[in-house]
């Protein structure tokens, strides 16, 4: 006989905060505050999180250069707020201890505060805006002209060694390619955009990702920080599920959001109406919000073909019939 199958249903998660493991949602708040500083856990939750935006950054041809200078400024304004009682040299002493970083980065950093550092271009983008910006590299009507791929000027390995030489030109090009900016065809170069930022990205759709994704972040690391969660930051998570039940799921989820907004839209402007009328101070801003995620589980062998052996009737195990389980 084979075993009774378990059965796995959906349930919510405890408070999510990045980083918790099985262990780490049960246990206290304090204890998890303890054991974070170079914890294993805490290292995989920030590789975590650093992957898809490593991944937004490569898909955009954004360079290592600009996020290093990013993260330098976030690093310095993070140790400066948890230190707000420091002024003048001391509180530059004391971000550069807390953060690593110099003394010299630091008091440019803090002479910058209020201004982000400029993104860094990229040699593929440095060539990209070149091309477009030559008069020489440009026909009559004052557009581009397609270049010959290798050669001497007018050609795009002209063009790459005048920009840089550390790159070699034709990895340049399989650079441009993969950002969807040339084509090649005949060993000639065209360009097919007008822009490094395709029409898709567009700053209102930036200005979301940052917001929506910058306030869940924070609100989940204020969790973790807290010895009480502070914050409302739930999940339910459910796998074995096929494609055609993600399908279905995603019209759930739609009117799931449709039922919050309806309910939260009203609500939200009674209560701001209500702070008016009470004269009250009205300096607290909320974000509520939803999302989904989905992806092929870890592990999940490749779909067997028509063609793949069957196994005998003696060694065939049958199948488990499996719901998701609840989380514990």
Not at 163 to 190: A, F, N, W, Y
């Amino acid at each position: 006989m084979s075993p009774t199958p378990r059965k796995r249903l959906p349930a919510p998660a405890p408070t999510r905060t990045a980083g918790q493991g099985s262990a780490a949602r049960t246990a206290p708040a304090a204890t998890q505050r303890a054991a974070a500083p170079g914890g294993s856990a805490l290292a995989s939750a920030l590789a975590s999180l650093l992957e898809p935006i490593a991944a937004l950054a490569v898909a955009r041809g954004l360079p290592f250069g600009s996020i290093e200078d990013l993260l330098k400024a976030a690093f310095v304004e993070a140790a400066r707020q948890a230190q707000p009682e420091a002024a003048g040299q001391r509180i530059v002493s004391r971000v550069s201890t807390t953060t690593g970083l110099t003394r010299r980065e630091v008091t440019r950093l803090l002479g910058a505060e209020g201004s982000r550092p400029p993104p860094r271009p990229s040699p593929a983008t440095q060539v990209f805006t070149r091309w477009r910006a030559d008069p020489a590299l440009r026909n009559r009507r004052g557009q581009p002209i397609a270049l010959a791929r290798q050669g001497a000027a007018p050609s795009f390995e002209a063009l790459a060694r005048s920009v840089t030489q550390d790159v070699h030109p034709r990895s340049l090009l399989d650079e441009l390619c993969r950002l969807g900016l040339v084509v090649v065809e005949d060993d000639t170069v065209t360009l097919i955009r007008e822009s490094v930022v395709g029409a898709g990205d567009s700053d209102r759709a930036y200005g979301f990702l940052g917001g929506n994704v910058g306030d869940h972040l924070r609100a989940a690391v204020a969790n973790v920080l807290a010895d009480v969660p502070p914050h409302v930051e739930q999940a339910v998570f459910a796998d074995e599920l096929s494609a055609e039940s993600m399908a279905a799921f995603r019209d759930i989820a739609k009117a799931q959001w449709q039922a919050l907004l309806a309910a939260t839209v009203p609500a939200l402007q009674a209560l701001v109406d209500a702070d008016a009328a009470a004269a009250r101070v009205r300096d607290r801003r909320v974000r509520i919000g939803l999302y989904t995620w989905n992806d092929v589980m870890a592990g999940t062998p490749a779909p067997a073909t028509d063609r793949a052996p069957r196994s005998s009737a003696k060694t065939t195990a049958r199948a488990d019939k499996r719901t998701p389980k609840k989380d514990r």
